[in-house]
């Protein structure tokens, strides 16, 4: 680097270390959202106060109130009753409030999402006996309806997959949703000895008349149990599997997305998806989504 270009540099930026001056009008944008800090017109140390999703304000009192006011509400459901095996993704939405403090800007797509909509933490679904997974079911679907008939859009952490299921219930009650589902399986295989366990919540949401499958697209299907998935190939959803995104791209799961019309599907009623484990960069800038942490 040169003299003259050093001097250009600490001319514009040198002279700003206490104010820390932002002059890329989009990156300005983003600084200027009040839900990076929750707190106007200076930054917060990000282990300072209680952890919320995405660091936004947390309203604990939005379920009595409706959502006033809301575009979308963030919402953690801290169950795991259904679970087969690995359990212990009851602990998702505290871990991902506690890792989602710095910055409320997504790159990818340019946008601070809380710039520009309206959007909270508003807490997890309570249980009225967090020992009955028939009951935290009803739970589940009794709070989203809720949500539904506010008219604000879901972003969901979980919790076990089966928690889908009694979303879907209550987002499709009037008109069954589309989806984009990005997992190792397809969730879509008989009941084992519940209909509520997390192997099967989209076969069930079909069965029930709340789920298209021509309008289901399933990406990253891969392992030893993709026979489980007979039901979603018979039911006429589109199932990507793993293979065919190395050999492919990701450019043949957009076109395959494109091709069943999700996202006109989208204008019409919510799209929910919901990312496995290794799928740590799904982007939480999109509403509303589903995230179960199994």
Not at 73 to 83: E, H, K, Q, R, T
Not at 109 to 122: E, F, R, S
Not at 193 to 208: C, E
Request: hydrophobic share 40%; glycine share 10%.
């Amino acid at each position: 680097m040169n003299q003259a270009k050093l001097a250009q540099l600490t001319e514009k930026y040198g002279n700003h270390i206490e104010d820390g001056k932002i002059y890329h009008p989009d990156f300005a944008a983003a600084a200027a959202v009040p839900g990076a800090s929750r707190a106007t017109g200076h930054s917060k140390w990000p282990l300072s106060d209680p952890a919320t999703f995405l660091n936004l304000a947390y309203d604990a009192a939005a379920y009595e109130t409706q959502f006033a006011g809301l575009d979308v509400a963030i919402i953690g459901v801290p169950m795991d009753l259904g679970a087969g095996d690995r359990p212990g993704c009851r602990f998702g939405p505290q871990a991902v409030r506690s890792i989602s403090r710095v910055g409320p800007y997504d790159r990818i797509l340019n946008i601070a999402p809380a710039g520009v909509l309206k959007v909270m933490d508003v807490g997890d679904v309570a249980f009225t006996n967090p020992r009955s997974l028939e009951q935290c079911h009803q739970d589940i679907e009794d709070y989203y309806l809720r949500v539904m008939e506010a008219g604000v859009l879901p972003l969901t952490v979980g919790g076990d997959h089966s928690i889908t299921y009694s979303i879907l219930r209550a987002v499709g009650k009037h008109r069954p949703v589309a989806c984009v589902h990005f997992d190792a399986h397809c969730d879509t295989s008989g009941a084992s000895g519940t209909k509520y366990h997390h192997g099967g919540p989209f076969r069930q949401a079909v069965l029930d008349g709340v789920l298209d499958p021509e309008k289901t697209v399933q990406i990253g299907i891969r392992g030893g149990g993709a026979y489980h998935g007979e039901f979603s190939l018979e039911s006429g959803m589109t199932v990507i599997y793993g293979e065919d995104i190395l050999e492919r791209g990701t450019s043949y799961a957009i076109e395959q997305i494109r091709r069943t019309e999700c996202f006109d599907f989208f204008r019409l009623r919510p799209i929910i998806c919901r990312r496995h484990r290794d799928l740590h960069q799904a982007a939480l800038a999109v509403f509303p989504y589903h995230f179960s942490m199994e």
